[in-house]
């Protein structure tokens, strides 16, 4: 694993940028698998940025999100859908049939997980992953105490990651119970993945998660396992390691 060390959340943002800018640069086809949380906020305006300036061309890149809340239409504020079309895709030359989320408002779950997995497959995988990281360790949806070898399944959302996440809604009532999202293997299969942290409040779990055991209990230890994994924090995120 190799660490980057940023000052702020903005020198942050630009080097995670940098990065995601590289793997399209040298594979203007690259598949991204790409992540919400306010944690990329910042990676997704720079390269934006950069898009508008003329130094990046999506037309080609596929891109694949780790998570959707499941019940949530797209035209949902809250849903993901919404949230990668307003910071990212209504921005750049992205094709719109080149962008896939998990649907949350396919019922069936067997069914939707089965094709979100299959899509992946025929994809030829993930080139790159960008990663947040929640609180307790999660990655994408995977809570917690999860098997590290799931694919993509639906996931009851543990209460602390309502609470973190209640934030965006108007009450904690209003968050969906549920979420599809890809598994720890299907994010352990992505060729190369880039983790974005930032802040004080996650300086204990960056900690736990790449210095300390590989357990279930806290889903992104796995990433130790991963042979290109880069992290990229600010001072604050880095301050225990
Ligand atoms: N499903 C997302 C995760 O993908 C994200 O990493 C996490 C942390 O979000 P934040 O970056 O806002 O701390 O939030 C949500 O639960």
Redesign the pocket.
């Known amino acids: 694993m190799r660490v980057y060390r940023a000052k702020d959340y903005k020198d942050m943002s630009r080097k995670a940028a940098n990065i995601i800018s590289a793997q399209i640069i040298l594979k203007p086809n690259s598949v991204l698998g790409l992540?919400?949380?306010?944690?990329?906020i910042g990676t997704y305006s720079q390269l934006v940025d950069w898009y508008k300036k003329g130094d990046l061309d999506f037309s080609e890149v596929t891109s694949v999100n780790?998570?959707e809340y499941k019940g949530l239409p797209g035209t949902n504020e809250q849903s993901y859908y919404y949230f990668m079309h307003q910071h990212l895709f209504d921005q750049v030359n992205i094709q719109e049939r080149h962008t896939h989320l998990p649907n949350g408002m396919e019922p069936d779950s067997k069914k939707e997980c089965e094709r979100y997995e299959e899509l992946i497959r025929s994809l030829g995988g993930v080139d790159l992953q960008l990663?947040?990281?929640?609180h307790n360790g999660?990655?994408?949806?995977n809570e917690p105490g999860q098997a590290f070898e799931t694919g993509t399944h639906c996931v009851d959302l543990q209460e602390s990651?309502i609470e973190?996440?209640k934030r965006f809604f108007a009450s904690s009532a209003d968050v969906p119970r549920q979420a599809y999202t890809m598994g720890i293997k299907t994010i352990m299969q992505a060729k190369k993945i880039l983790v974005v942290v930032s802040g004080e409040d996650k300086a204990e779990i960056v900690k736990k998660a790449f210095f300390g055991p590989v357990i279930p209990g806290v889903p992104a230890s796995i990433l130790q396992m991963h042979n290109d994994v880069i992290l990229v924090g600010d001072e604050a995120a880095l301050s225990l390691i």
């Open positions: 992540a919400t949380g306010s944690t990329p780790l998570d990663l947040g990281m929640g999660h990655i994408g949806f990651t973190a996440n």
